[in-house]
């Protein structure tokens, strides 16, 4: 038996930003700083969450180059500390664009790209033909909420 659901969709954006899985974000100057530090990437990610994004994960690449440097592959016994990786974060576009304003120190000099997309919510079958609705976006939290 076939049951219709219905689906929404809002719009939303996603940037990748790429950088080196050797970047570190220092909290504090000096050696207590270096001793303290984070990768790069784990600091985006916690503070992709803090602003509230929908989604944000740090993918490694097998292969590549980013920012006009060299190409990079894999090392046969140590990973490479040069191999370009990317920071994957979706929400809305206002949002996102204030995230990189509010974090461009960390992003100074970083490869970013935006992309527009639709989210989609499928809902439970309404016995109906399964019908598009668009909507506008204000709040990521919207973007989880059921309609």
């Not at 689906?7 to 504090?28: A, C, F, V």
């Not at 206002?94 to 809902?123: P, Q």
């Amino acid at each position: 038996m076939h049951t219709a659901h219905d689906l929404t969709s809002k719009e939303i954006g996603m940037i990748w930003i790429y950088m080196k899985p050797r970047e570190k974000y220092r909290r504090h100057a000096g050696i207590r700083g270096a001793l303290s530090s984070r990768p790069l990437f784990r600091e985006l990610v916690l503070r992709a969450k803090q602003a509230g994004l929908v989604n944000a994960t740090a993918h490694h690449t097998h292969f590549g180059f980013s920012n006009h440097g060299a190409v990079q592959e894999p090392m046969a016994e140590i990973s490479n500390p040069e191999l370009t990786m990317c920071v994957e974060m979706i929400g809305p576009r206002d949002t996102l664009e204030r995230f990189c304003r509010d974090h461009g120190a960390m992003l100074e000099n970083k490869v970013i790209v935006y992309k527009h997309l639709e989210h989609w919510h499928v809902s439970g079958g309404g016995g109906g033909a399964v019908r598009l609705q668009e909507e506008a976006v204000a709040n990521p939290g919207e973007l989880l909420a059921p309609q």
